[in-house]
């Protein structure tokens, strides 16, 4: 049963801006950078093909992470931890604690492979990064605090991104 120990109080998020909006935020610019930087983009043979599997990939991975949340009836709110019902360790989260961003990130690597944007290259781990900081943790935090030990051994046996 998860416990409110006033995890909204707990719960303050360094990050104010939603993952997707900040996924979407990084596939602009990665575009961009490909469009206004063309010299910095270096194509290499089938990375439409290497792109397009990537973005499906990304697609798959942070569908199959929605729908486990859905079908455990518990939020898909990052921005709400208050709001988790239960903690999800199957499927897709068996093997990752973060595969919506886990897909995001791989949609986004997919994008600077179709554009061949070297900075878009660089662009996926900083995104990862700044995730893993700013949104994540917090989350983690959250968590614990809701579910205790439950999560605790959850951390301990899957990896935070892969």
Known sequence: MPVDLGVSAVYQLELKIPPLALCVVFAIVIVALGYFVPIANVPFPGHQVAAVSLLLSG??????GVLQFRLAKTSVNPMAPNRASSIVASGVFSLS????????????????????????????????????EFQIKPEERALLVRFGGEFSAYMATVRRWL
């Open 97 to 132: 604690r973060n595969p919506m961003y886990v897909g995001m990130a791989l949609a986004l690597l997919g994008l600077s492979a179709w554009r061949s944007t070297l900075p878009g290259y660089v662009l996926v781990p900083l995104f990862c990064m700044y995730m893993t």
């Open 59 to 64: 697609m798959v991975v942070a569908g199959a």
